[in-house]
């Protein structure tokens, strides 16, 4: 009876740090489960699409201040999840300050401080799983 109570306590214990775990992240770190049935079957109304919009905005606007900017065409991002995996990616670059994706436009848009090759940038997507297209100033 004892070991029962201790190895339920422990899988309660494991399944709630995973559930705080999960919820930091998504609201600090902005990395929110995979959206795309909800998001695309409300046709943009949720909550979790308008701030996705807002965001997708805000990073725009500063994109366009910066000396150098490209956009980029991205092929298979599906959800928010897959925003996340190519901006991350695109920030990792040397040289990249900011990034943004579009999910409607299927594209990233990238700020940069000082010229970057474009291949290096189609790279660093096609690393985090997607398909790099055309690049344009």
């Known amino acids: 009876m004892m070991v029962a109570t201790v190895i339920l ?18 609201f600090f ?8 049935e909800e ?8 909550s979790a ?12 606007e500063k994109i366009e201040r910066f000396p150098i900017h490209r956009t980029i065409d991205v ?9 996340y995996k190519v901006v991350r990616a695109l920030e990792k670059v040397d040289g990249v300050t900011i ?8 594209s990233a848009l990238v700020g940069m401080k000082e010229d970057i090759p474009d291949d290096t ?8 799983g997607y398909t ?4 344009t100033a």
């Open 99 to 106: 990034a943004a994706a579009s999910l409607e436009k299927q």
């Open 75 to 83: 092929d298979g991002m599906t959800c928010e999840k897959c925003i």
């Open 132 to 135: 790099a297209g055309a690049v």
């Open 49 to 60: 699409q308008k701030a996705l919009n807002d965001s997708y905005r805000a990073r725009v």
């Open 9 to 26: 306590g422990a899988l309660i214990a494991v399944a709630f740090g995973f559930g705080v775990r999960k919820a930091y992240r998504a």
């Open 121 to 128: 940038l189609r790279e660093a997507i096609n690393k985090a």
């Open 29 to 36: 770190k902005s990395e929110a489960a995979c959206c795309s």
């Open 39 to 46: 998001c695309s079957s409300c046709g943009g109304g949720c």
